[in-house]
């Protein structure tokens, strides 16, 4: 199998192939994280015959840094799931980085959460006794991932589940954590950003992600 992925689609349909388990199973969701990981579930889900829908979440990247996650967000249930690295906060706060500038991040991620949470279809808060299938387009800190399935539990999942094309050994090892399994088809040794592992990674608008749950 190639490591590197046509499009969103393509690692969504390739994931599946190594989910069949779940195939038509009638106590199983697909949840794409908005906004990346909307096309791969959507193929993921089509291709399993399973019911696709969202988990809302956002990165808290360090200022200066905002690749770097000190953190993230997620909704589930008419709430907000935090989740916080607190060593890693600890590090950039010894290193000069303010309070209030990790604050203001958070309070700039809760307003777009909850703008999404106003406009997406498919939110899925009630997941009682539900496996649930977590599908990003990536795992790179994997602290999306953890604040989804943490959003998951609080739902009621009976069981969580994160799938992704690409991640590196030290985010799947963080999602193992707090996941009953997770799925990866590429650990690299030398994990490069997300978009490096596709020919095509264009970035998803709001309108997009919509109109895939729509469907």
């Known amino acids: 199998m190639s490591t590197r992925f046509e499009d969103r689609t393509d690692a969504g349909e390739r994931l599946a192939a190594v989910l069949t388990q779940f195939r038509e199973r009638p106590d199983t969701i697909v949840l794409g994280l ?37 953190g993230a967000l997620a909704w589930s249930g008419g709430r907000i799931v935090r989740l916080l690295n607190r060593p890693l906060v600890t590090r950039i706060l010894d290193h000069g980085v303010r309070q209030e500038w990790l604050d203001e991040v958070e309070k700039r991620e809760r307003a777009e959460l909850l703008r999404r949470a106003a406009t997406y279809p498919g939110i899925s808060n009630d997941l009682t006794g539900q496996t649930v299938l977590l599908l990003d387009d990536g795992l790179a800190t994997g602290a999306t991932m953890r604040a989804a399935a943490e959003a998951a539990r609080s739902g009621g999942a009976a069981r969580v589940v994160a799938a992704a094309p690409v991640g590196s050994v030290e985010a799947y090892t963080a999602v193992s954590r707090v996941c009953d399994a997770v799925l990866c088809l590429h650990l690299p040794g030398k994990f490069r950003a997300v978009g490096s592992f596709y020919r095509h990674f264009e970035q998803l608008a709001d309108e997009d992600a919509i109109s895939l749950l729509n469907q």
């Open 34 to 70: 908005a906004r990346g990981g909307i096309p791969v579930a959507a193929a993921a889900a089509k291709a399993l015959y399973l019911p696709l829908g969202a988990v809302l979440v956002r990165k808290l990247g360090i200022p200066g840094h905002d690749e770097t996650a000190f």
